[in-house]
């Protein structure tokens, strides 16, 4: 497969490591050909280390937020997760290297175009341990829990309680909480919730019956 951005990915990957990221992840997002999933007017920017526009009035997280995120969840081989906003699908298929063949991902989309463009780019990067749902993502996909990890790509007004519910005992969710002013949280489930926030953020709101209408 075509790869004439492969020096641009290093350099993103250089970035990410003068950053801290942890040497399992910067090899999952080497392996992930970001350019393939934004697009084809943007691809010129695909490796520069802030969001994009994916259509939808959606957008592709920036690689460090990325990074980030897959750090907390402590992605492990064999995972079962569960995305809420797929997007284009690059965040999925970098949880994809990370629990390997042996895992999967399901992500849920509302937008009928993003869960097009999603499938589209996916299939054609050569991910086949991905499934994209359209859907409601605050209602999770009871029908695939429980989970051994949860990522929510988009901002919720607090933990929609079927994700809770979904989480497996001892699993691990990242969420961005907060409408105007914004923190991403460790959510984990152990003898009770341990919720620790981590940083400032800023996400596109989580539409839905226990998102923001």
Do not use: W
Not at 78 to 101: F, N, P, Q, R, W
Not at 179 to 186: D, H, K, N
């Amino acid at each position: 497969m075509n790869d004439e951005y492969k020096e641009e990915r290093k350099r993103m990957v250089d970035l990410l490591r003068r950053q801290g990221v942890s040497t399992g992840v910067l090899e999952a997002m080497n392996r992930v050909k970001r350019h393939l999933f934004v697009p084809p007017e943007l691809r010129d920017q695909a490796y520069g280390d802030y969001p994009l526009p994916i259509g939808g009035g959606q957008t592709i997280s920036a690689p460090h937020m990325v990074a980030m995120m897959c750090e907390y969840l402590k992605l492990e081989k064999g995972d079962k997760v569960l995305e809420i906003g797929a997007g284009s699908g690059y965040h999925a298929a970098v949880i994809a290297e990370l629990i390997g063949t042996e895992g999967r991902v399901y992500t849920v989309e509302r937008l009928p175009l993003l869960v097009d463009f999603s499938t589209r780019n996916l299939r054609d990067a050569g991910y086949k341990n991905v499934v994209v749902v359209s859907g409601d993502g605050t209602l999770g996909l009871p029908e695939h829990a429980p989970f051994d990890k949860i990522c929510v790509t988009c901002a919720a007004p607090s933990v929609p309680p079927p994700l809770l519910e979904q989480l497996k005992t001892r699993g691990r969710m990242v969420i961005p909480i907060g409408r105007y002013i914004q923190e991403l949280y460790l959510v984990e489930k152990k003898n009770g919730i341990e919720k620790q926030s981590k940083c400032e953020v800023a996400f596109v709101p989580l539409i839905g019956r226990f998102g923001f209408r």
